[in-house]
């Protein structure tokens, strides 16, 4: 299996401009997520899948847009990229079952927004 | 909203000395999650915690739950070279089934070895 994958590993973008860093895990996990890292901030919960067609806003949400068609995808769409958006994005996912919410993550996309 | 507090922030060590990052919640937990995340890396999962009071050992580190189940602790001993990375605390968003995959993080603890 290859676990969770993103691309790309590194953007750089012009403010305003618009783009979706993709994500992708084969494990069959229903659940998935956006974080990003910022230092000295640890990771924020951005948006989060709890099922193909079914997406919520987690804790900075504003300025992105996510959709789930299969369980498989797991897309972020930047609409209008700003500095502030500058930041490492990390998708994640977990089976969730019983209680045990581990999460694997994907490498990561390091986005630089001038 | 919730909060999850860490610290410290950074730790320098020498090889072979002990190290130890604390974690501690706003609200009560149902579970708390560490990970691991090697420089230029993304988090790996190291263990959950779910019951007051919880002991787990993996070999040289040493997780703790509190008895509140709002504070948490990970221990290592004798560190080593490969120990370097960030190291977090994670508790969930949410109640039972709604919290998978909502996780907030503590800020993260830096730990530097010096050999």
């Known amino acids: 299996n290859a676990g969770v994958t993103q691309t790309p590993k590194f953007q750089v973008l012009k403010t305003g401009q618009s783009m979706t860093l993709q994500c992708a895990q084969d494990m069959n996990h229903e659940y998935m997520s956006w974080y990003r890292q910022d230092p000295g901030m640890g990771l924020r919960l951005i948006h989060y899948?709890?099922?193909?067609?079914?997406?919520d806003q987690g804790e900075v949400p504003n300025g992105y847009n996510v959709s789930r068609s299969t369980t498989e995808d797991f897309p972020l769409r930047l609409l209008s990229a700003a500095p502030s958006q500058t930041s490492v994005y990390f998708c994640?996912?977990?089976?969730?079952?019983?209680?045990?919410?581990?999460?694997?993550f994907g490498p990561g996309t390091r986005l630089t927004v001038l | 909203g919730q909060q999850v507090m860490q610290i410290p922030q950074y730790q320098h060590v020498q090889e072979g000395e002990d190290f130890t990052t604390y974690c501690n919640s706003s609200t009560t937990l149902s579970n708390i999650q560490w990970y691991k995340q090697r420089p230029g890396g993304h988090p790996v999962f190291l263990i959950q915690l779910v019951k007051s009071g919880e002991v787990k050992k993996q070999k040289r580190l040493t997780f703790q739950f509190g008895e509140a189940k709002k504070n948490s602790s990970l221990h290592i001993t004798a560190t080593q070279t490969t120990d370097v990375g960030t190291y977090f605390c994670?508790?969930?968003?949410?109640?039972?089934?709604?919290?998978?995959?909502?996780?907030?993080f503590g800020q993260g603890t830096i730990l530097t070895v010096h050999p």
């Open positions: 994640a996912s977990t089976h969730g079952s019983g209680g045990w919410n581990e999460q694997f």
């Open positions: 994670a508790g969930p968003r949410g109640a039972g089934g709604t919290s998978y995959g909502k996780l907030t």
């Open positions: 899948s709890v099922g193909a067609g079914i997406t």
